[in-house]
């Protein structure tokens, strides 16, 4: 027991690895009831136990064992982590647990297995029960052959693959176990349950008896297939349905399930390959050559014998195949034919794709021997090439059949038609695109019409089979010149056809479908009968291969053809039969007047023309449908007909025929009637602009083509020089408008090569002309045709080629109804692989050199001597240059130049692929059949060691691909074999080459995935180049494959090469690019270059259905067309609508709720160190909403060239959708941090070429970045100012100086510091050169949080390891000594002794010298920081020294900066409004030092007449010529606004002030506004918050910055175009910040503190009346309710504000027309939301109760029930509270609406009973202010005045207060608020806060000429300040001053003359102490004389009095 104590304490997993079995069986138990616990598959638990599990199964005690089963059994249903342990707990399964006695131990291995499959991992647990089969003892074979039994009967065919189970089955059979070929037997059996009659070849060789008993067991199985009972863990959708059909108790399965199953395996599959090559006799090619037919037999049977094997090894057959063709071809002997015939069927059957390469070669000879008159050679020959059609492709083979289609033999053409009809049975809608069809069907057409009535049945049924597959409408344009009669019989041959995916192959049982090539090659006996008696239905047997693809067929057409074929009736009626004249009459009498016919042939020819304008009014009235063409143009052609010599009525006629093409249904022959005529006028100056547009018309009817080929011939036949030339004008221009589709070159050259040789020099120049357009589309090739011209004629057309060159064709503006649907359908069902531009090569006329192929040239290529052949390949170059174009027939070519391709002589081998590269622009398309054979050789040599032979080959495998498209290359195994060679070159070319074409490609053949396993080993090849480029196809063929198919296909791999490539599968899978779109090029038979053709240029009158397909714009191509032309609008709308439409999409509010999901965590936060799949894809989402779909692709394209032309197209748009722009912001800039992390420098440069134009814009919007986007952005922008490119991180440091334009530097600044925690060194320094830059440009106050602690932070860098950045440190920190002196060092805390050091010796070198008063340098720093572009910021920041000519250097580095800015990508600011830096620099005046005043002399300023005007230009260059200056520089004044610098500040503003008092040059302060209000804001909460409170600053300098800035403010809100720019956010805090700054008691404290409150009550009275209206009311509406709800604001604040309020109300009589009532209105709805009624009620006052409703009444009563249409910007408008009062308002006040009185209104409003008269209300308020004019009597009547105004609290005081001077109306205000004070029982007295309601400009004289002196002299002494002739900063309150000086409101008027600069305001502002007598003589005079003095007093301000003045000055200072 003491042993048994000893392993009970250890813990289970000891337990199970214990050496006493007892223990371990106490283990396995404990081990079961955790697994059993333990919920979560992924807990940590199950790790311990991954290595114990092939130990619980393979346990050596059988006790033991069974319950370590039972445990490993649970774990591998449960843990997670299980599939880890497949392959050895199953191999332990098989060879420890199968052999054990026990059933038990033997069940459960089995269960084993089975759940190991059950959790994916099917093919280990196949692969180690198929080696146990290898395994001696026979018990475990027996059970391991049970368990895949059991397993194939569970989860089905699918899950278990049978190609190796089927495979080792015949072994099993010969066992000399009894069990094991008893168990074998219903292994058959279950695999024949669910593949059929696959299995029967595998199985043909085993034991007679066996296959016998085999037989017997398979009839007994029910014929339904069987169902997967159990599945897989990612198949739990099945098997939840499968248990719903289970309770249903119904077994649901239906025919095409059943199909399915069948298919699913493939008998050739399951079979072994032979090779045969090995086993033909030795002399089988001298005996096929034999003269004797017996020989040649001996060799044919056995090689018969040998293709009778059923699949065959792939090697080269060539000759082979040769040999066979040659005896088909050319032997005598039938019998032999036949025999030869049927060996190429078998290669054909048991090579499959393989032998595709022989296909071309052997097609034309078996279709020759058609002629053969013998059945059984017939039937030979149809078994050959429907077994030859399989290999390859219809379209490869379509040029050897239309070739033979126009035989002189029936049969040839019979047996044609026939295969065809079989082939089209195996193809389906994809396979047989319009573009293979058509030609096919206009083959057939004829033969329809054919003599021989076998020929006629024939096409019949290939008709009637094409249109079985492909749908009736589909074919119908095809058939338009059948009669009905063959349309019918046609029809009735297409209901007979039988598709081999019917239901006919259940039927017809495995001798009908289920053989396939197998029962054609083993049994081919038994197939004769029915072949030699119904020979097309042979197909069906032959074609099996892929029964799923039939019902897909019948479902498509009408959808395929749905959208863009016409109306058949349309199609029907192209031509008609020719009607007799008498019906024409009739039917002409039927609908045109019976005068008109009657006078149209007159003999006179004014009743001509009236007969032709009745007949013009007929055709216009007439009814499509009812309109006779063929009739009306045969009565326009009787006598006079074309012969008429009136040009009038013979232009009306003219006219009349084009009406009648485009208004009709206008067959070819009626245009045949007409265009004889039309041709002969088309040269006539008076009538051939109307014979021009018939000819359009019958284009557009008829098709261009066939119209251009009739006209031409018709003008070439004649003999007139003129209409030669202008039918070829004619047609170059028709071209244009059509585009080339469809058009026949060969039929013009002819015609062309005439007119070339035409004596008269109009028809050349024409012919040349036209030559011209041709060139456009077809390029290069056209001029191949007229090289024999004489070189003075070809110099001519290679001038004009010349000319076209570089140019896009246009985009057609015209379509023919027909060819429109036609073409667009070919467009659009095309492959991808074949291109517009083949079909172009198609036309030009093609040589067969086949002949020039002799046996002798091709011997030379083979030659021994390299000698020899170069020569033979020379001559083989020869003979394709000169045949220029050349059939794909070129005999032994092919075989020849492959063997040089692998020459020893690499000279050769180049040679042979320049050759090549030759044969593909030659051959064209037709190059596709010799892909096989030469295609796959020229990829062999892209593993040559030499670099130019790769090349070489390179550019030789683009040039096939170019013409061949990339399918064939990918079909078969070819490319899988060349991979699978182990040459690195090889295979870095060939996947280098996958990763660039299969992106393009939209579908691509199955076999590709052939070629994934040598991806995978690629991707772990020794050779890096391999491995990267083997990773960079990795995504472009998961786009194709899909991620699952390929995540299968690593279950071969070991498991580290599986673990190391699915991880790349997951990193592929994230990059993984789109399919690209459905081609939204030209479409069918358009032009390469067409698709060059921009698609933004085409316009809304690109009609809708051109000849490119389905290219729609605006509806007016459908609404000339009719409804023919509607239908490609709505098919076609998808593919190409884009690129004219909108790329983004204004969605309203989607910003807000992005942000707001965002913060409600609905979505991911935008924050990673690198993005990941979720973020890419939550993107790619929301931007959907917001983005045209094809950018959206293009932005999310796997090429980098794409995503660069989705920029392109961005910076274009950028300014026409700004404002879509600016709404879709976030999205953008997420987007572009993603391209951050992209190492490729072009989509990088091109981002930050974006992002320059898009803040430029964004600045010019006046937007500002909301903290949403700049946190998704900055982060990762600063990321980028590290880059170790230099060209990157400089574009990055201007986006980061542009960004603080429309971001808050102080914002920005926490973002760079964090920046500076980079590892990155360069990344480090970058951000500590930035926040100098900051401090520097904007004082102290950006640092964030707070100045000690950010300093601390940027002076840890002085010590850092890298010097840059070490640097950068203590620049910023220099910088920062420069704004706040010595301070510095206690900001920046303890520094080492070394770091401190460092310090002190940068600050003394580089520091400026006088750090306390940084005022002085601030305009030159100006210069600093205006667009950090440079990127030696650091030398910028460190002027030498303070000396004269500091300015010049600053001025030198700015100019600098400038022409870098000039050279930069973005635009450059226009030259206009840039500084003249020369001139500046040459002024040796322009000084911006200060120097004190006692230094100079003022003597000459007495002296005024000597400075004239032009002085005060050369002393001011700055600003007087400030329309020179740059945006930036603007920026940067206003960015000092805000210092922290007092100083600075004011120097700042008077800049600004200097720009707006000019009318002229104030216009270029636009763009700026809310900049300059924004900082002047935060100044004025600077002063508010430290400047008032800090003793140290002198209160005089605050009470001039106040000056400064009411000035600053007073001249822009004079300006209303300025004043309008304001926006609502902006407006807002302003009014907060004045009301603040009337409210503070602080300022009234300061001496001259009242002044200012002065000055800011008109400035508020101007904010308000100068304003954008509805922004005004917007931004009060938004304060109101924010001073109501903030508790921390006094009541006056708010007082105030609806004192604001009030008077916006009074002037919205004036404004209602102007403001936005709707966003007003959804202001007061957000209001009434904050505060309902109830709440508004509970406030200490009434008055916002009254006001808003005042507001309502106002609104209601000047708008009447329109107030209600403006409610639109409310969300939901039920739940407003708004709305129901505003419907109570119109309705109680519609009997007011007469009332004009606004005070009658509001009083109204409020309800007031005792309305009072207006006269008496009058003689009150006169009474009042009777008493406060008299001294006397004044307070009395203020006492009065309060009181009533208390009683009638709205009461309009403005008639009285009008033409009261400015001071009476602050002496009546101030009064009222001293009565409210005391009465309230304040201590103090406010300050004048009551708004005066007076219009100061209403006082003001408006004669500038009066004021002009006083103003230039003011403006005079500020210049001289400026220069240092006199001091800006003494105190100007001397008492003894004269009071004659203009008042403080006629300085601050908005007369642009008169405006004053911060300097005149500060002036006059202290003074009006000393003017105390003159205002109290003012109010004294009341009424009209203070205007009269104020208007005067200017003007008395004469010379003496500036003279006494300044002397006065003078005296004192000294």
Partial sequence: MGDDSEWMKLPIDQKCEHKVWKARLNGYEEALKLFQKIEDEKSPEWGKYLGLIKKFVTDSNAVAQLKGLEAALAFIENAHVAGKTTGEVVSGVVTKVFNQPKARAKELGMDICLMYIEIEKNEVVQDELLKGLDNKNPKIVVACIETLRKALSEFGSKIVTLKPVVKVLPKQFESREKAVRDESKLLAVEIYKWIRDALRPPLQNINSV????????????????????????????????????????????????????????????????????????????????????????????????????????????????????????????????????????????????????????????????????????????????????????????????????????????????????????????????????????????????????????????????????????????????????????????????????????????????????????????????????????????????????????????????????????????????????????????????????????????????????????????????????????????????????????????????????????????????????????????????????????????????????????LAFAQKNPKNQAETLNWLANAMKEFGFAGIKVKGFINNVKTALGATNPAVRTAAIALLGVMYLYMGQPLRMFFEDEKPALLAQIDAEFEKMQGQSPPAPIRSTKKTAEEEGDEGGEQDEDGGAGQDIMDLLPRTDISDKITSDLVSKIGDKNWKIRKEGLDEAAAVISEAKFITPNIGELPLALKGRLSDSNKILVQQTLSILQQLATAMGPGLKQHVKALGFPVITVLGDSKVNLRTAAMATLQAWVEQTGMKDWLEGEDLSEELKRENPFLRQEVLGWLAEKLPTLRSVPADLMVCVPQLFTCLEDRNADVRKKAQDALPTFMMHLGYDKMNKATGKLKPASKDQVVAMLEKARAVMPAKPAAPAKTGGKGSAEQSRAPSASRTSEDFTDKPEAKKVRGGGGAAKKGPAGKKPATKGQKDDEDKSGPIFILVPNAKEQRIKEEKQLKILKWNFITPRDEYVEQLKTQMAACFAKWLLDEMFHFDFQRQVKAIGVMIERLNSESEATVSCLDLILKWITLRFFETNTTILMKVLEYLKLLFMMLNRENYHLTEYEANSFVPYLILKVGESKDVVRKDVRVILGMLCKVYPASKLFPFLMEGTKSKNSKQRAECLEELGCLIEGYGMNVCQPTAAKSLKEIAVHIGDRDTSVRNAALNTVVAVYNVCGDQVYKLIGNLSEKDMSMLEERIKRSAKKTPAAPAKQSAAEKTQREQPTNPNATFLRKPAQEDPGKLKIMYRTYRIQSRQNAHSDHPSIPKEFQLDLDMIEQDQRSVCELPDLVQHQLDELLEPVMIPEPKIRSISPHFDDLHSSTASTINFVISQVASGDIGTSIQALAQIDEVLRQEDKADVMSGHIDQLLIATIMQLRLINSTHLADDRVDKK???????????????????????????????????????????????????????????????????????????????????????????????????????????????????????????????????????????????????????????????????????????????????????????????????????????????????????????????????????????????????????????????????????????????????????????????????????????????????????????????????????????????????????????????????????????????????????????????????????????????????????????RIKSKRQ
């Fill in 210 to 713: 066996q296959l016998k008993e085999l037989e017997e067991e398979w009839v007994k199985l029910p014929p339904s297939p069987p169902k997967q009972t159990r599945f897989l863990r990612s198949q739990q959708d099945l098997k939840a349905k499968f248990e719903q059909q289970q309770a249903q108790g119904g077994e649901q399965s239906d025919g095409d399930e059943e199909e399915e199953t069948a298919a699913a395996v493939d008998p050739y599959d399951l079979l072994e390959p032979v090779e045969i090559l090995s086993k033909m006799p030795k002399d089988f090619y001298e005996k096929i050559e034999a003269k004797k037919w017996q020989e040649r037999k001996e060799a044919l049977e056995a090689v018969e014998a040998l293709t009778k094997n059923p699949k065959l090894e792939n090697g080269d057959y060539g000759d082979l195949v040769r040999a066979l063709k040659k005896v088909v071809g050319k032997d005598a002997n039938v019998m032999l034919v036949s025999m030869a015939a049927k060996c190429l069927a078998g290669l054909a059957s048991g090579l499959r794709k393989k032998f595709g390469t022989y296909a071309g070669q052997v097609v034309p000879t078996i279709l020759e021997k058609f002629k053969e008159k013998k059945l059984q050679v017939v039937q030979s020959l149809q078994e050959a090439i429907d077994a030859i059609f399989l290999t390859t492709t219809l379209q490869n083979l379509s040029e050897d059949i239309l070739g033979v289609m126009d035989n002189k033999n029936p049969s040839i053409k019979q047996q044609a038609s026939l295969f065809l009809a079989r082939s089209f049975r195996h193809c389906t809608q994809a396979t047989l695109p319009k573009s293979v069809l058509k030609p096919f069907c206009a083959a057939l057409i004829k033969q329809v019409n054919d003599s021989a009535p076998e020929v006629r049945d024939a096409a019949f049924e290939a008709l009637g089979t094409a249109m079985k597959v492909v749908g009736e409408k589909a074919v119908n344009p095809f058939l338009a010149d059948l009669d009905k009669l063959k349309l019918d019989k046609i029809k009735e041959c297409a209901d007979k056809v039988e598709l081999p995916g019917g239901k006919k192959g259940a039927a017809g049982g495995g001798s009908a479908s289920g053989d396939k090539k197998p029962a054609a090659k083993a049994p081919p006996a038994a197939e004769a009968p029915p072949k030699s008696s119904a020979p097309p239905k042979k197909s069906q047997t032959a074609s099996a291969n892929k029964p799923s693809a039939g019902p897909a067929k019948k479902g498509k057409p009408a959808s395929a053809a749905g959208g863009k074929a016409k109306k058949t009736s349309d199609s029907k009626e192209t031509t008609e039969a020719e009607i007799s004249p008498e019906a024409c009459e009739e039917l002409a009498a039927a609908v045109l007047p019976a005068t008109c016919l009657q006078q149209l042939d007159s003999g006179n020819w004014k009743e001509r023309l009236a007969s032709m304008e009745e007949f013009q009014r007929a055709v216009e009235t007439m009814d499509k449908a009812a309109m006779p063409c063929q009739a009306l143009v045969r009565m326009l052609a009787k006598k006079p007909g074309w012969k008429e010599t009136n040009f009038q009525v013979m232009q009306m006629k003219l006219h009349i025929v084009a009406l009648v093409a485009q208004r009709g249904q206008f067959s070819k022959t009626s245009a045949s009637v007409v265009l004889d005529g039309l041709v002969d006028k088309i040269g006539d100056v008076k009538c051939g602009g109307n014979a021009k547009s018939a000819l359009t018309a019958i284009g557009e009817t008829c098709s261009l083509p066939w119209t251009a080929e009739q006209v031409v011939s």
């Fill in 1597 to 2007: 300098d605050l009470i001039k910055l106040y000056s400064c800035i009411m000035g600053n403010m007073m001249s822009l809100f004079s300006m209303e175009t300025l004043a309008r720019e304001a926006s609502i956010g902006v407006l807002k805090d302003l009014m907060h910040s004045l009301i603040t700054l009337m409210l503070d008691s602080r300022v009234e404290d300061v001496e001259d503190g009242t002044q200012v409150i002065r000055s800011v009550n008109l400035l508020v009275i101007r904010v308000l009346e100068h304003s954008d209206q509805t922004n005004v009311f917007s931004a009060l509406l938004v304060l109101l309710q924010d001073t109501l709800v903030s508790n921390a604001g006094s009541l006056k604040v708010s007082e105030l504000v609806m004192k604001c309020l009030w008077r916006m109300i009074r002037l919205l009589p004036e404004n209602i027309n102007s403001l936005n009532l709707d966003r007003i209105l959804l202001d007061v709805h957000n209001f009434m939301k904050v505060f309902p009624k109830e709440k508004l009620k509970q406030l200490k006052t009434d008055v916002p109760h009254r006001t808003l409703k005042t507001l309502c009444h106002t609104l209601c009563r000047l708008t009447g029930v329109k107030i209600l249409d403006h409610l639109s910007m409310i969300e939901n408008r039920n739940e407003s509270e708004l709305e129901a009062y505003l419907r109570r308002v119109v309705k109680h006040s519609g009997n007011l609406s007469g009332t004009k009185s606004d005070r009658g209104n509001e009083k109204s409003a409020h309800g007031t009973d005792d309305r009072m008269s207006k006269a008496k209300v009058s003689d009150i308020l006169s009474e009042i202010f009777k008493k406060i004019g008299s001294k006397e009597n004044t307070k009395e009547g203020l006492t009065e005045l309060y009181e009533y105004k208390q009683k009638y609290s709205d009461a309009d005081l403005e008639p009285f207060l009008r033409n009261t001077s400015q001071f009476f109306q602050s002496y009546v205000e101030r009064g009222l608020r001293v009565i409210e004070s005391e009465r309230e029982g304040k201590p103090r007295i406010q300050s004048s806060t009551v708004i005066p309601q007076h219009n100061v400009e209403s006082s003001l004289s408006s004669s500038n000429e009066e004021l002009k002196p006083a103003v230039y002299y003011e403006r005079l002494k500020i210049l001289r300040q400026r220069q240092g002739l006199e001091n800006t900063t003494r105190a100007l309150s001397s008492e003894d001053e004269p009071p004659q000086r203009p008042a403080i409101s006629s300085l601050l008027s908005s007369k642009p003359s008169v405006a004053s600069s911060t300097d005149m305001l500060h002036s006059k502002l202290s003074q009006l102490k000393e003017s105390r007598e003159l205002y109290q003589q003012e109010h004294n005079a009341r009424s009209g004389s203070p205007t009269r003095a104020r208007a005067a007093s200017p003007a008395t301000a004469n010379l003496d009095d500036l003279k006494k003045r300044l002397e």
